[in-house]
């Protein structure tokens, strides 16, 4: 006689738990396998920069407390501000500020101190001119008065003219160099006294840079 018959129901419900547990398993044994991916989310939040950089200082140099670190902080940035004042003062070029730095701002400063720019005699005129506007006499306000518009028009155009020659002088000696705001640069050399320009001036009057 044949065999009882399987049902068919028992027979595909195995398989398909069977099939299932295997996947499981599978899966299980790749995952503790793969290493975790970076950018997936490592379970607590990323520190902000401050907070790292401190935590390092801390873990370099765990004995520094909170007073000592700002006071070796104050340190270095008077140690830092000396050495660009000294810097200012002698021209070293690895000390300056980043507005001086560069050919093209060196050029730019020995091109204003080479001439005489009427803009940097701005200041003596202007307390010559306060004090004849001050004197009650009408003839010598009157004077003052024009004399401050004879002194801004030349200012303006001797402005010009010394922008004018800069750019074409910095178009031919650097031609493949950035020269964004170099003529603005000079302009606001120029308006100071020869004295009391820093960088100091390197070049004496007249001399082509």
């Known amino acids: ?3 009882d018959p399987v049902p068919l129901g028992f027979v595909f419900r195995s398989r398909a738990k069977d ?4 996947v499981a398993a599978q ?7 793969q290493t975790r991916d ?6 607590r939040p990323t520190p902000k920069r401050s907070a790292a950089q401190s935590q390092r200082r801390s873990v370099a140099n765990p004995s520094m407390t909170r007073k000592e670190a700002a006071r070796r902080q104050r ?6 501000m000396e050495r660009q004042r000294q810097a200012l003062a002698s021209g070293d070029e690895r000390y300056l500020p980043a507005r001086d ?4 701002r ?3 400063r020995d091109f204003v101190d080479s001439r005489f720019n009427i803009a940097e005699y701005f200041l003596p005129m202007a307390v010559v001119i306060l004090v004849l506007s001050m004197i009650r006499v009408p003839s010598l306000q009157s004077i003052a008065l024009l004399l401050w518009l004879v002194v801004i028009v030349l200012i303006v155009l001797d402005s010009i003219v010394t922008g004018f020659r800069l750019k074409k002088r910095l178009a031919e000696r650097f031609p493949d160099d950035n020269k964004r705001g170099a003529v603005a640069y000079a302009l606001m050399r120029s308006l100071q006294m020869r004295r009391l320009r820093l960088p100091k001036p390197r070049v004496k009057r007249g001399e082509r840079p």
Do not use: D, L, N, Y
């Open 1 to 3: 006689m044949p065999p």
């Open 19 to 22: 099939e299932k547990a295997a």
């Open 27 to 33: 899966a299980q044994v790749t995952g503790s396998q």
């Open 38 to 43: 970076p950018q997936a989310p490592k379970g």
């Open 75 to 80: 340190e270095e940035r008077r140690a830092a």
């Open 101 to 104: 730095k560069g050919p093209v």
């Open 106 to 108: 060196r050029f730019a």
